[in-house]
Nanobody, 125 residues
Framework: QVQLVESGGGLVQAGGSLRLSCAAS????????VGWFRQAPGKEREFIAT????????NYADSVKGRFTISRDNAKNTVSLQMDSLKPEDTAVYYC??????????????????WGQGAQVTVSS
């Protein structure tokens, strides 16, 4: 079992930066792939980024490529999402998710069996 807790959300002006963290419990977390998703009001959950167990492989949605960076520190059981050049359309609840399945860099929410509670990110114009 893995439990995930997001932190670092908040309110920021357009063009600003935020860093989200996903802290995990469980000794096997270092073997899990982790993804970040977001959901805005009235919209479906959207894939943002994913990183494999070692951190060597990453994949991003086109909407955030070049602005967001996913990284992990397995010694600290954390995965981070650095968000730069934020836009009002980035406003959403952001979720981290983890999977122990042998799925390579899944962009689908159905590829992850563990989810955090979400963190609100609001970008003002």
């Amino acid at each position: 079992q893995v439990q995930l807790v997001e932190s670092g959300g908040g309110l920021v002006q357009a063009g600003g930066s935020l860093r989200l963290s996903c802290a995990a419990s469980g000794r096997t977390f270092s073997s899990y792939a982790v993804g970040w998703f977001r959901q805005a009001p009235g919209k479906e959950r959207e894939f943002i980024a994913t990183i494999n167990w070692s951190g060597e492989d990453r994949n991003y949605a086109d909407s955030v490529k070049g602005r967001f960076t996913i990284s992990r520190d397995n010694a600290k059981n954390t995965v981070s999402l650095q968000m730069d050049s934020l836009k009002p359309e980035d406003t959403a609840v952001y979720y981290c998710a983890a999977t122990g399945r042998p799925v390579f860099l899944s962009r689908s929410q159905y590829g992850y069996e563990y989810w955090g509670q979400g963190a609100q990110v609001t970008v003002s114009s």
